[in-house]
Nanobody, 123 residues
Framework: QVQLVESGGGLVQSGGSLRLSCVASGNIFSSDVMGWYRQAAGNQRELVAQIDSGDSPYYPYYDSSLEGRFTISRDNAKNTVSLQMYSLKPEDTAMYYC??????????????WGQGTQVTVSS
């Protein structure tokens, strides 16, 4: 089992910055993909960014709407994943969730989720 605990959310003015952090406990494998999702009120949860621990050309991945404002990083030794957010906009307001995606045998996979941390950007 994997437990994820997020921190770093809060209230910030438009144009400001925040850094979200997520600590994973339990066994984290190098093949796990770690990432951040967000869910605004009334909307579906959406992928923000993902990162692996290898040299895959597919990672890090960022949602194209972010316009380069966010940076994801991972510390495999500490089992942490962070999301540095710059130039925040009111539309970035959402609950942000840490995620671990794990590929299982037989072609299946499992997702682990944190409880979320609220980010509110005021205009």
């Amino acid at each position: 089992q994997v437990q994820l605990v997020e921190s770093g959310g809060g209230l910030v003015q438009s144009g400001g910055s925040l850094r979200l952090s997520c600590v994973a406990s339990g066994n984290i494998f190098s093949s796990d993909v770690m990432g951040w999702y967000r869910q605004a009120a009334g909307n579906q949860r959406e992928l923000v960014a993902q990162i692996d621990s290898g040299d895959s050309p597919y990672y890090p991945y960022y949602d194209s709407s972010l316009e380069g404002r966010f940076t994801i990083s991972r510390d495999n030794a500490k089992n942490t994943v962070s999301l540095q957010m710059y130039s925040l906009k009111p539309e970035d307001t959402a609950m942000y969730y840490c995620n671990v995606w794990r590929r299982l045998s037989g072609g299946t996979n499992v997702n682990y989720w944190g409880q979320g941390t609220q980010v509110t950007v005021s205009s």
